[in-house]
């Protein structure tokens, strides 16, 4: 079973950024590809942004550039380095990994975006 560690996440002013950084563990064959995604107060959840192990890159349009994805296939990791960062992008941020045939969820953390 995979285990996802989510760190990073925090209160910023608009225009600051923040990094998140998940860490896989545990026991598993393998892992496809790493991602983010999120939740706002009363809104559903919705994709962030995703890797693969061969470095395909997917954004969800509201991103618009100031998100980058990163990613380490012999270490396990995703960071998500946010810029520009609006109120709107508060949420909670959560981490997954495709392995072992299914999606597997970090325990999110908290991202406030306010002045």
């Known amino acids: 079973q995979v285990q996802l560690v989510e760190s990073g996440g925090g209160l910023v002013q608009p225009g600051g950024s923040l990094r998140l950084s998940c860490v896989a563990s545990g026991s598993f064959t393998r892992i496809l590809g790493m991602g983010w995604y999120r939740q706002a107060p009363g809104k559903q959840r919705e994709l962030v942004a995703t890797?693969?192990?061969?470095?395909?890159?997917n954004y969800a349009p509201f991103v618009k550039g100031r998100f980058i994805i990163s990613g380490d296939n012999v270490k396990n990791t995703v960071d998500l380095q946010m810029n520009s960062l609006e109120p709107e992008d508060t949420a909670v941020y959560y981490c997954?990994?495709?392995?072992?045939?299914?999606?597997?969820w970090g325990q999110g953390t908290q991202v406030t975006v306010s002045s």
């Open positions: 890797i693969t192990n061969d470095r395909r890159i």
């Open positions: 997954t990994a495709a392995a072992d045939g299914g999606l597997r």
